[in-house]
């Protein structure tokens, strides 16, 4: 009943910028909060940043200084601005979502179906 969409990958070169959005829809009640995470090939999913409805974020330490996180709390929605990208940084970019459905006390974890984001050198 929730769902999560993704858009805004492709290739860049080394350098340039992408900007990810995604948007939340569904039976949803309340949105903890939203954040990035990505996994490249051979590698763990690791956490790229997340922000909170209340407007605090955390940032892996190799997106600092160069990627930003921001909410739209009234479109269900989260932006990932990526810039001066580097190689390392392709990976399947995926959307998280923590929140209440509506009508249920529990809280769970939702997960888009992923972006693909390639730098090239």
């Known amino acids: 009943q929730v769902q999560l969409v993704e858009s805004g990958g492709g290739s860049v070169q080394a350098g340039g910028s992408l900007r990810l959005s995604c948007v939340a829809s569904?039976?949803?009640?309340?949105?903890?909060?939203m954040g990035w995470y990505r996994q490249a090939p051979g590698k763990q999913r690791e956490l790229v940043a997340r922000?909170?409805?209340?407007?605090?974020?955390n940032y892996d330490d190799s997106g600092k200084g160069r990627f930003t996180i921001s909410r739209d709390n009234a479109e269900n929605t989260v932006h990932l601005q990526m810039n001066r990208l580097k190689p390392e940084d392709t990976a399947i970019y995926y959307c998280?979502?923590?929140?209440?459905?509506?009508?249920?006390?529990?809280?769970?974890?939702?997960w888009g179906q992923g972006t693909q984001v390639t730098v090239s050198s």
């Open positions: 998280n979502a923590g929140l209440l459905v509506y009508g249920s006390h529990w809280s769970i974890d939702c």
């Open positions: 569904g039976s949803i009640s309340s949105i903890t909060s």
């Open positions: 922000i909170t409805k209340e407007g605090f974020t």
